[in-house]
């Protein structure tokens, strides 16, 4: 295990209020740039840029409260942690659903062949036939959850509920409330072994996920197992940042099972526009197609999160 860069001899309370502080500048510091880029209006890019780096700041913050829970005023950590839960989760839901179509349009390109047009056009071939109405079939369905996405993240900007998480990380960036006595504590004493919890809950969840063996590779059931084992790699890794330590490996991993999650959102999605009533067989046959693709690209992210997180032992020569 890698051993914290921070004086394991220092104050707990110390160590965690400057990284809480931290990433609370960071959080305010978003949240100025996306409000500038939106009253911009042209500067799509520079929005969704600061929203990510806004929900980025909210996770770690809630993350590290959740780990680090006792050596902060307990009651005030659970309820701003709540509240930016909350946050990040309806800050996320406008890109995700932008970057599901993206994703989705650009496998049917690579599906179809037609690899210079924004939609697939030509009408040789059952899959090229129905590739353009499914893209068209897809850009209506999320597009519309996107659009009211969008106005969810207005409407809760714009809300005393956020004006209220604004201010409480305002506070945090200049003081954070400790525990009087667990923040007394030394770093080897005190956050080492919380963090150590959270990794040992990320062990425990990996030690049951399914073998990647590529005997069912359309397996949907365990998704639900992936997803968690993605969300504790986080609070692990946000954990090990709070100690100061090197999370190179740990990012690369997170990294794998975001496209997980991403290949299976979309294989939901693409489901999911399967099932609209009266679509044309063409249509449907892309809309098979397609899924059956991002259920490999899942497959393909189970095995690398393996290949990162489970590396084969050196051979040594006999």
């Known amino acids: 295990m890698a051993q914290p860069n921070h004086d394991l001899t220092a104050g707990a309370g110390d160590v ?15 949240l100025r740039l996306h409000g500038e880029s ?3 209006g042209a500067d799509a890019a520079g929005e969704g840029d600061a929203a990510r780096s806004l929900r980025g700041a909210a996770r770690r913050i809630s993350g590290s409260l959740a780990t680090f829970r006792v050596v902060t005023e307990s009651a005030w950590a659970d309820g701003l942690r709540t509240e930016l839960v909350w946050l990040s989760s309806t800050l996320a839901d ?12 650009e496998a049917l390109h690579r599906l179809s062949g037609a690899q210079d047009v924004p939609a697939p056009r030509s009408s040789a071939g059952a899959l090229t036939v129905g590739s353009a109405r499914a893209g068209a079939l897809l850009e209506r369905q999320l597009n519309l959850a996107r659009t009211r996405a969008h ?16 201010d409480a990380v305002a506070v945090l960036a200049s003081e954070v409330p400790l525990d009087a006595v667990a923040a007394r504590g030394r770093v080897a004493e005190v956050l080492v072994p919380l963090a150590e919890v959270a990794e040992t809950r990320l062990s425990a969840a990996v030690s049951v996920l399914p073998p990647v063996d590529g005997v069912q590779p359309y397996n949907c059931d365990h998704d639900g197992q992936w997803h968690e084992v993605r969300r504790l790699l986080r609070v692990h890794r946000y954990a090990r940042e709070a100690l100061g330590e090197d999370v190179t490996r740990l990012s690369a991993a997170g990294e794998a099972l975001d496209r997980h999650r991403d290949a299976a959102e979309a294989a939901t999605a693409s ?31 189970r095995f690398a999160f393996r290949e990162l997180w489970l590396p084969e032992p050196a051979v040594t020569p006999g």
């Open 271 to 301: 489901a999911t526009a399967a099932r609209t009533p009266r679509i044309a067989p063409a249509t449907a046959y892309a809309l098979g197609v397609l899924h059956a693709d991002q259920r490999h690209e899942v497959e393909a992210a």
């Open 38 to 40: 939106a009253a911009n």
């Open 94 to 105: 406008e890109h995700a659903y932008a970057a599901r179509l993206a994703r989705l349009m």
């Open 151 to 166: 106005s969810a993240t207005l409407q809760a900007l714009g809300s005393a509920r956020f004006h209220a998480v604004a």
């Open 16 to 30: 965690l209020s400057t990284y809480l502080r931290g990433q609370a500048t960071a959080f305010l510091r978003a």
